[in-house]
């Protein structure tokens, strides 16, 4: 199984979000192609309420741990309640382009 459809499917698992990307941004990087090693996940659920981000990202490492222990090198992650993503009309932010690694 893929990486990328592994993360989805622990997050879904462990969340039930409301809405969920999970994003190869992996070319974005001087990585090998085909590399499945950087991702961007926005992911919307009604348990991160009254929780401050820092929990809220620790939850998502602690069920990605395998995942971040091996193959996944970096996770850009926006995790938001429904309140907070609709108020961003449904909007998370774009990673930046890389400048390390030999791409800038």
């Not at 926005?42 to 809220?56: E, H, N």
């Not at 996944?72 to 909007?91: D, Q, R, Y």
Request: with cysteine.
């Amino acid at each position: 199984m893929q990486i990328q459809q592994t993360i989805e499917d622990k997050l879904k698992a462990q969340f039930s979000p409301l809405h969920i990307e999970v994003v190869n941004e992996s070319h974005m990087h001087n990585v090998p192609p085909g590399s499945e090693s950087h991702f961007r996940v926005v992911l919307v659920s009604d348990i991160f309420a009254g929780k401050p981000l820092v929990q809220r990202h620790r939850a998502v490492n602690h069920s990605l741990d395998d995942e971040l222990k091996g193959q996944v090198h970096a996770l850009a992650l926006h995790a938001m309640t429904p309140e907070e993503w609709f108020a961003k009309g449904g909007e998370a932010p774009e990673s930046p382009p890389c400048l390390g690694g030999g791409k800038s």
